[in-house]
């Protein structure tokens, strides 16, 4: 959590010093996810996700100094300063990400189709939102994962609000778990700011997956605490609501009560963890930003993957 | 309010309140004009381009939306058919994938394949262009509404343009894609080029007329959207080194006024095609080909054309700025043009 939380603190400095453009998503608030989920990925596994993809590319053991490049659109970047902060693709870790909400959900169904032809254990994990539950791509990737029982698992952040969207104010059910029903898929619900817990139950669904149960919807609940993307406005909300939200559910104070009050830890030794992950990603970013920008002579590089005649 | 005051007001006018202005005089108008998209009401659109509505209008006429566009596209066909006018929002035009079913099978064809009988009021609202936000959210695609038969496609350039064309579209019987830069979405009044002189009071323009924006004798320019102010920055820079560049805001790809571009091609004997979206198949060639049909094969000496190269739009600023025409690569064609005469 803490170096999730650290990687995309760089990415604000990093935009700060105008090496990102375009609308940056930030996953502060939400690392408990990331980091619970980490633990239940196999190298095999898939994972789809999101505009909003740093932490779960970590999680993926998505390379940091390469994908922090291609953030900062370096031609050393994981795509070649191509992809930049919303579109990384890591074709080594299986992960990949899309910027068309809702449209990660059918390319996971196609990692489940994939490694259920080829008879491999393996689980494709695909990521939304959940203002990207309310897409066709949602439903139709489930009818056809619960139609043919593929090891897919999709993970719905709902962080109730897409945009400024309620959650409330344009979903038919009260949670997404609850239409799992319809896809004959399994439907858990978890507390997204408690990384014990998302660990807990992303390990149930994944087995379930694994173990050709069939599809699962994990809904883990949680709260931005920045904008949508960097510059939003938030009219939608106020300040001292932002304010409560960051005081009351942050991921990580969460998570440090909970090791001091069992006095595993002293407050100390956590504060230096996460100074020396700070540490780490200041160098890093520097390191980066020291990078050569791609060459413009190589715009049409990568169109087509093969050689095309002239 | 003195009229000094009154410009300048509309000189601090971000884009969008000039465009939320136009839909709220004609929702004001005519009670069968509602809104839907996502983040439009509360929110008052991620640019603010319809910014007060729903307060004003209520959430039935201005209602937030799921992130379902293929569902609320196609609503927008079911209440034209209905005899509502609705104005449908596609936040960004990359999204059309999702929906592009219900524009193109539905919409675009319906008052064709009905003979005519079924009307199809539906304006089709979004934003395009580039600004720095790569292959999934820069996009202008103009030229894929204009290949698809059935939808006039506007795209506007300054404030002026955005209010009168706005409320053509929302009066129109046909279905219209009103695709917005975000670079002019982010402008106000007083950052443009030309134009940002906007009246009070609903007022319409013909949708498919060019407005010549600069005069000149040398060469011809035609080009819309945010390219246009690329256009006349470059042109004001040939100007200086003694080239007199005509440049024309085409406004809209359907219909394309090819006769305003003939007849100042005609003067000139050269013509550029600018476009920001893609070059094969697209605009630039569409209209490089109907000015020569119209003047003939040779009344020009130069038809060139510059658009972006068939490749998707790069993260890296310094890969975009390679593909997109901007002012110093408009001015760089324009010397070249100049010389090769
Ligand atoms: C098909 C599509 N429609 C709209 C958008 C614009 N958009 C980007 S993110 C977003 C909200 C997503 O909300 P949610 O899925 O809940 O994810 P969150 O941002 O809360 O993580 C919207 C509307 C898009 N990228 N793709």
């Known amino acids: 959590m803490v170096a999730m939380r650290a990687f995309d603190e760089a990415c604000l400095e990093a935009l700060r010093r105008k090496a990102i453009h375009g609308e940056l998503h930030v996953g502060i608030g939400q690392e408990a996810i990331g980091a619970g989920m980490a633990e239940a990925l196999e190298p095999e596994d898939a994972v789809v996700s999101t505009h909003r993809n740093h932490y779960h590319a970590l999680a993926k053991g998505v390379d940091r100094r390469a994908l922090l490049a291609e953030i900062c659109e370096r031609a050393a970047g994981l795509c070649q300063g191509r992809g930049g902060h919303m579109h990384p693709f890591d074709p080594s870790t299986n992960f990949s990400a899309t910027g068309i909400v809702g449209a990660s959900l059918p ?30 791509g949602f439903h139709e990737a489930l009818v056809m994962a619960g139609a043919r ?26 949670t997404v778990a609850e239409r799992a029903a319809a896809y004959s898929a399994l439907g858990l619900h978890v507390d997204g700011t408690d990384v014990d817990a998302v660990a807990d139950r992303f390990a149930e669904a994944m087995d379930h997956a694994r173990s050709a149960g069939g599809p699962v919807i994990i809904e883990a609940t949680c709260h931005r605490f920045r904008g949508h993307f960097e510059g939003d406005p938030e009219g939608y909300r106020s300040k001292e609501e932002r304010q409560r939200l960051r005081e009351t559910y942050d991921p990580i104070t969460l998570y440090r009560q909970r090791l001091t009050t069992a006095g595993l830890f002293e407050d100390g030794a956590l504060d230096a963890i996460q100074a020396e992950e700070k540490a780490a990603m200041k160098v890093l970013l520097s390191e980066v930003l020291d990078m050569p920008m791609p060459d413009p002579a ?6 087509f993957v093969e050689e095309v005649p002239a | 309010m003195t009229a000094a005051t009154r410009v300048n007001d509309r000189l601090a006018m971000p884009l969008p309140a000039t465009i939320s202005e136009a839909i709220a005089l004609e929702m004001e108008r005519d009670p069968t004009i509602l809104c839907i998209g996502e983040d439009i009401g509360r929110a008052g659109g991620v640019f603010g381009a319809t910014r007060g509505l729903q307060e004003r209008f209520g959430e039935d006429r201005v209602m937030d939306a799921p992130i379902a566009e293929m569902g609320f596209t196609g609503m927008g066909v079911g209440l034209a058919q209905a005899g509502m006018r609705p104005l449908i929002e596609i936040m960004f035009v990359d999204f059309v994938g999702v929906c592009l079913e219900q524009m193109y099978n539905a919409a675009a064809k319906v008052p064709y394949m009905s003979g005519g009988r079924q009307r199809m009021p539906v304006v089709f609202k979004t934003a395009g262009g580039c600004i720095g936000s790569a292959a999934q959210h820069s996009q202008c695609l103009w ?37 917005e830069h975000k670079a002019l979405l982010l402008k106000k009044g007083r950052d443009f080029r030309h134009h940002p002189d906007v009246p009070d009071g609903a007022y319409t323009l013909p949708i498919g007329r060019a407005a010549v924006v600069r005069r000149g004798s040398d060469i011809t320019l035609a080009t819309l ?48 095609v600018v476009d920001e979206d893609y070059l ?11 000015v020569l049909e119209m003047l003939g ?20 600023l310094t890969l975009e700025k390679a593909v997109v025409p901007g002012p110093e690569m408009i001015a760089d064609r324009l010397r070249r043009m100049a010389k090769g005469s």
């Open chain 1, 107 to 136: 390319v996971a169904l196609g990692y489940a189709h994939a490694f259920g032809m080829r008879g491999m254990d393996a689980v494709a994990v695909g990521i939304t939102g959940d203002g990207g539950s309310h897409t066709g």
């Open chain 1, 149 to 174: 029982k593929l090891p897919m698992v999709v993970l719905v952040e709902n962080n109730a609000l897409a945009i400024s969207v309620q959650f409330d104010d344009v979903s038919p059910t009260k």
């Open chain 1, 298 to 303: 190589g715009v049409l590089d990568y169109l």
């Open chain 2, 143 to 179: 030229g894929l509404f204009a290949h698809l038969p059935g939808f006039k496609v506007v795209a506007p350039c300054s404030p002026h343009d955005h209010k009168g064309l706005m409320a053509a579209a929302l009066r129109s019987d046909d279905p219209v894609v009103f695709i």
């Open chain 2, 225 to 272: 959207s945010a390219t246009v102010e690329h256009a006349l920055s470059a042109a004001e820079d040939l100007a200086e080194e003694g080239v007199s560049v005509e440049v024309i805001d085409l406004r809209s790809v359907v219909p394309l006024d090819t006769a305003t571009v003939a007849e100042s091609a005609g003067r000139t004997g050269r013509l550029l």
């Open chain 2, 280 to 290: 094969s198949f697209g605009l630039s060639a569409e209209l490089s080909m109907r």
């Open chain 2, 297 to 316: 094969f040779s009344a020009l000496t130069q038809v060139e054309r510059l658009a972006v190269p068939d490749v998707p739009i790069p993260a890296a």
